[in-house]
C-alpha cells in the first residue's frame, strides 16, 4: 500500500445481478475502519446507493443491458485528505448529461432519480468522456481524526 492510496478493483459483467458487489466491495472496506469514522454505517449506505445508481444507470443505458459490456469499479481511500472516491469506467454508449432531465420530486415516477440521489449522497459527482470511456468519480469526504490510523486499519 502505498503512503496515501488503498485501492481495490472490480471487474464486472455489465447486469444487473452483479452490481450488489460493488456496494459489498465499498461496505467492506468502511467496516474496517470501523470507528474511526463518526457515521460509517450511514456513510456506508450512501456511498453504496449512490455507486450502484451510477452503475445501474451504465448497465441500463451505456450497455443497454448488453452482458458483454464491461464496468471496472475502482474504490480508493485517499489517506492524505481523508476521502472516498468511486472510479467507474466502462466502454458503452457515450452519456449525454444534457439530457437528462431534474426528477419531478413531488410526482409519481418510478425511475430517473439515479444520478439526482447519486449527486445528493456524494459531495462530488463528476462525468467525463475520455478516449472512448465513459469516467464516473464519485467523492466522499470521510470525517477522520487522524489518516494514520486509517492506514493501520487498512494493513
Known sequence: MSQSDFNIRIDLPSTHRF???AGLGI???LQRLGDL??????????????????????????YAEDEKGRLTIEINIVLKESRLDIHIKDTG???????????ALGELQER???????????????????????????????KVEDSADIETALN
Open 112 to 142: 430517473g432519480f439515479g444520478l439526482y440521489f447519486a449527486q445528493k449522497l456524494m459531495d462530488e459527482v463528476v462525468y467525463q468522456r475520455e478516449e472512448g470511456e465513459n469516467h464516473w468519480h464519485l467523492v466522499k469526504k470521510l
Open 19 to 21: 452490481l450488489n458487489v
Open 37 to 62: 469514522i463518526p457515521g460509517a454505517e450511514q456513510v456506508s449506505r450512501e456511498v453504496q446507493v449512490a455507486a450502484q445508481e451510477i452503475c445501474a444507470n451504465v448497465v441500463d443505458h451505456a
Open 27 to 29: 461496505d467492506a472496506i
Open 93 to 103: 454508449k457515450e452519456f449525454e448529461p444534457d439530457l437528462v432531465r431534474q426528477p
